[in-house]
């Protein structure tokens, strides 16, 4: 019999590592295969060369998810698709935040420019319906489409779904709900941008070749912990008053992608 093939494909910053690292590996009666087994095709072998029927693999795309899709369509076009979605103010904040915690200067606005179409993330990189339909017409099923705020507020009903999805059971005392770490806080970041802005542009970009963009990310995580460390140690009277995300911003994008939220709670 041709080998079930179940994929989670993210969005990033909806709980994947979560799912990746407590969830899914205790899932009964099906093969996972983590994250670090995607790059190259390295999923594909380990698959052909088992003796299990039912695999699990699971990664999380963000820009990249129509190239990725059509990546893993090429080889499996018969998968079935798992994506979880958060709602988009909140997602793109949270992508925000990670940006800035890596080191980069710009402001929310500079990041995502609803007004104008000119940010680092485009317009379109936020609409999640036309994900939804492209991924149907990929692989001829409609994938399981999963919100972060459930993950949040009801886990087990969130995995429950998953579990169904795939046909499989799980032990609830296995999986650790608690959170692993608590996000950085507003003063640590602010003061992570600005001393990003210091620096020139040469040193924010990163290679496009894949192991030199890894040690490039791995040389600069002393710089980066220590500098959001040393944020906490700093009074806050001495940090601008200005936050990090508007909530001005923050409400522009909602209303601008209220339609396609809609859309997709009712898909």
Known sequence: M???VFFHVG???TGS???QYRVFPKLQGIKYIQRTNYRDFKYVKLIE????QRFLISNGFDRQLEKEANNIASKYPQARIIIVLRRHDSWIASQYRRYVKNGYPKTFEEFIDIENDKGDWEQKD???YPKLIMLKELFGSRPLVLFHDELVNNPHI???KICAFIGVDYDIESINLKRKHT???EKQL???RQLSAKKSRSQSVLSKKYWVRRIQVFMRMPERYLSLFVANLIPSKWISDEPLISKESVRKVRAFYEEDWQKCQEY
């Open 2 to 4: 041709p080998k079930q």
């Open 11 to 13: 969005l990033g910053k």
């Open 17 to 19: 590592i979560f799912l």
């Open 49 to 52: 060369n088992s003796s299990d």
């Open 126 to 128: 936020l609409y999640f």
């Open 158 to 160: 969130f995995i429950e």
């Open 183 to 185: 996000s950085y806080s």
């Open 190 to 192: 602010k003061v992570r």
